[in-house]
């Protein structure tokens, strides 16, 4: 069966440090990977999706960026951190009859 | 561009009751699906349910069904005897037939079961 692993669950870091998120699918071959971020008590923005190996597309220009360097990797990064940042990423994957399954999620604060 | 629609912010019933979450979309495609997520205060994204446009019948799983009218362009969710557990945030979610599978999402309704 499908698992997908996205880490770390919470995580705190100071304006202007580095970030990085992962993301990863087990059972599957070339899926579809996303990337949202939920603001508290609002609705999922996509932020990049990729529909292969090193094949990204942004959604919302901003200072984060993502890459997939495996087929079954996603990983999701920021060079300096803003507090606008803050929230809650949810990495997620999709199969060819559309359906989504998301990762447990990341809460990042940025202090 | 498809827009999604949840025009109730949040909603509570007793427990054992029915409840129903309203959704409308608008789009000019004629063939796409249509989903519901259940997002519990855990965060955890689930898919409740899916509809294909090309099916004029309604999908349900157990307590969960919708009433898909898409002349409307409207996809509600009915949840039979709700339950302590189905208190969480519910979305509604569109997406186009071959657009890279992206989902364009409803603001959400929270959904409170009361005991």
């Known amino acids: 069966s499908q698992t997908i692993h996205q880490w770390p669950a919470t995580l705190v870091q100071p304006v202007g440090s580095p970030l990085s998120l992962e993301c990863t699918v087990e059972?599957?071959?070339?899926?579809?990977l996303y990337w949202y971020r939920q603001a508290a008590g609002r609705g999922l923005q996509l932020l990049f999706y990729s529909v292969g190996i090193g094949q990204i597309s942004s959604e919302v220009p901003q200072n984060l960026s993502a890459s997939r360097p495996q087929d079954r990797q996603f990983i999701l990064s920021s060079k300096k951190l803003l507090l606008s940042d803050s929230g809650f990423y949810l990495c997620?994957?999709?199969?060819?009859?559309?359906?989504?399954?998301f990762g447990s999620g990341t809460r990042l604060t940025v202090v | 561009a498809q827009t999604v629609t949840q025009s109730q912010p949040e909603m509570s019933v007793q427990e054992a009751e029915t409840v129903t979450l309203s959704c409308t979309y608008d789009t000019s495609e004629n063939n796409y699906y249509l989903f519901w997520y259940k997002q519990p205060p855990s965060r955890q994204m689930i898919l409740v349910i899916r509809?294909?446009?090309?099916k004029q019948q309604n999908a349900t799983e157990n307590r969960f069904s919708v009433n898909f009218q898409k002349a409307a362009k409207s996809f509600s969710l009915k949840i039979s005897d709700s339950q302590l557990g189905d208190t969480a945030m519910y979305f509604c979610a569109f997406m186009k037939s071959h657009s890279n599978y992206q989902l364009i999402w409803g603001a959400g309704t929270k959904l409170i079961i009361k005991p």
């Open positions: 059972g599957t071959s070339n899926p579809n």
């Open positions: 509809q294909e446009a090309y």
């Open positions: 997620a994957w999709s199969d060819t009859s559309g359906g989504y399954t």
